[in-house]
C-alpha cells in the first residue's frame, strides 16, 4: 500500500484546512486509518483514526471539537477536516493504516509521507 498526503498549508488561526489521504496498491477497507502529527523536536502524537466500518473514531483530546476525521471507502481515501485551528496545530501531518485499532503509531504498517500544517498567529 501507498499513502499519499494532500491538503496542507498555510493558513491564519481560526482557518479551515481539509486534509486527504488517498492509498493506492491496495484496499484499506478492512483498515484502521489514522492520522498522526509531529512538530519540529516533538514526539509524533496520535490526532484521530477511524475503525474500518467507520463505526468507531476518536480524536485527541487537543483537536476535540476542531477536528474530524472521515473516510470513503469507496475511494480509499481519508479526510481530516480541520477547524479553528491554532498555532499550535503547526506539524507535519501523517496519515497510516493498519490492521489493528490502536493510539500508538508503531501498530500501523503503512505510512504517508506527511503534509505540512502551518497556522500563523
Known amino acids: 500500500l501507498q499513502l499519499v498526503e494532500s491538503g496542507g498549508g498555510l493558513v491564519q488561526a481560526g482557518g479551515s484546512l481539509r486534509l486527504s489521504c488517498a492509498a493506492s496498491?491496495?484496499?484499506?477497507?478492512?483498515?484502521?486509518m489514522a492520522w498522526f502529527r509531529q512538530a519540529p523536536g516533538k514526539e509524533r502524537d496520535f490526532v484521530a483514526a477511524?475503525?474500518?466500518?467507520?463505526?468507531?473514531?476518536s480524536h485527541a483530546d487537543s483537536v476535540k471539537g476542531r477536528f474530524t476525521i472521515s473516510r470513503d471507502n469507496a475511494k480509499n481515501t481519508v479526510f481530516l477536516q480541520m477547524n479553528s485551528l491554532k498555532p499550535e496545530d503547526t506539524a507535519v501531518y501523517r496519515c497510516a493504516t493498519g490492521r489493528r485499532w490502536s493510539y500508538n503509531p508503531t501498530s500501523y504498517e503503512y505510512w504517508g509521507q506527511g503534509t505540512q500544517v502551518t497556522v500563523s498567529s
Open positions: 496498491g491496495g484496499t484499506t477497507s478492512t483498515y484502521t
Open positions: 477511524m475503525s474500518a466500518s467507520g463505526a468507531l473514531t
